[in-house]
């Protein structure tokens, strides 16, 4: 059975800093693109960042780039999303997923396998 497990989670102040981790266990997704997404309340699902296999390439939300970092470590079949300078817009569930194809994606329909979500909130 293929899952996605995150976590990292949790409350922080503005400004503030926070390591989501994205664990696959299942099958090795080495050859996948892996994305984050997040969903603030009340509003859809939104790509937040991509990163294709072996870490060739990597692609950000304008609103996020320059904050936040993705990286993967495949020997770990691990996805990382470092978020710094957090800010209160930020507040959102984060999900991991991983793509059907091997580059980054930025639409929901080009991945296979998405994890349960992780809640972050940053406080003002």
């Known amino acids: 059975q293929v899952q996605l497990v995150e976590s990292g989670g949790g409350l922080v102040q503005a400004g503030g800093s926070l390591r989501l981790s994205c664990v696959a266990s299942g099958r090795t997704f080495r050859r996948s693109g892996m994305g984050w997404f997040r969903q603030a309340p009340g509003k859809e699902r939104e790509f937040a960042a991509g990163i294709s296999w072996r870490g060739a390439s990597t692609f950000y939300a304008d609103s996020v780039k320059g904050r936040f970092t993705i990286s993967r470590d495949d020997a770990k079949n691990t996805v990382y999303l470092q978020m710094n300078s957090l800010k209160p817009e930020d507040t959102a569930v984060y999900y991991c997923?991983?793509?059907?194809?091997?580059?980054?994606?930025?639409?929901?329909?080009?991945?296979?396998?998405w994890g349960q979500g992780t809640q972050v909130t940053v406080s003002s």
């Open positions: 997923a991983a793509a059907r194809g091997s580059s980054w994606y930025k639409t929901e329909d080009d991945y296979d396998y």
